[in-house]
């Protein structure tokens, strides 16, 4: 019985196998071609453009971006635009600058350069971290410290601070009685 094709109409020719049969007067698997290697210079110019836009060295790559480095006000200076960054880009940069005392801009173009940056971020950030627990620990000293000190001297200046006014309101006393001797006493006084 003829076989049909996807379609319904009759099929004369051998389906395909995914595993070939050994024929007559041939060996196993010399009936499989090997692959043709895609040619390189017959792209579509729908492709190329696709290409250039992934190629990150290319003039038409669409993936770049400015970002700002942070740096010492005093070099900002020495900053200039590097080579195979985008002019425009740049110039758009420079002029949108947050902060051109301490910031210089810095072209990232594809994914490689992003995630290059992304790991120095969290580089920075972990010696930020480790910066912070540092200051927390020696904030941490410093005021335990203080209480102590702090606390030990409050409690000896207030005792301080009483016998000074008890020994102020004794000669207060002691005065008033000198200065009040051989004169009646007004009644207010009584």
Same mark, same amino acid.
């Given at each position: 019985q003829p076989s049909t094709s %996807?379609?319904?109409a009759p099929s004369t020719t051998q389906q395909p196998s995914l595993f070939p049969t050994a024929q007559a007067g041939t060996t196993w698997g010399s009936t499989l071609t090997a692959p043709q290697p895609a040619s390189t210079s017959a792209v &579509? &110019?729908?492709l190329q453009s696709v290409l250039e836009a992934y190629n990150r060295a290319g003039p038409y790559c669409?993936? *770049?971006h400015m970002f700002y480095n942070v740096v010492d006000p005093a070099t900002v200076h020495l900053y200039q635009r590097p080579p195979g +960054?985008?002019?425009r880009l740049w110039q758009q940069a420079v002029r949108n600058n947050p902060d051109p005392a301490r910031l210089v801009p810095v072209q990232a173009a594809g994914f490689d350069d992003l995630q290059l940056r992304v790991?120095?971020?969290e580089t920075r950030i972990g010696q930020h971290l480790g910066a912070l627990v540092r200051i927390e620990e020696t904030v941490g000293k410093l005021q335990e410290d203080h209480e102590m +000190? +702090?606390?030990v001297k409050l409690s000896d200046y207030r005792r301080r601070h009483r016998e000074l006014v008890r020994k102020l309101m004794k000669v207060t006393f002691a %005065?008033?009685?000198?200065f009040c001797?051989? *004169?009646a006493l007004v009644p207010e006084e009584v």
């Open positions: %996807l379609f319904g &579509p &110019p729908g669409r993936f *770049r +960054t985008d002019e790991k120095e971020q +000190t +702090t606390s %005065l008033e009685a000198i001797r051989g *004169r």
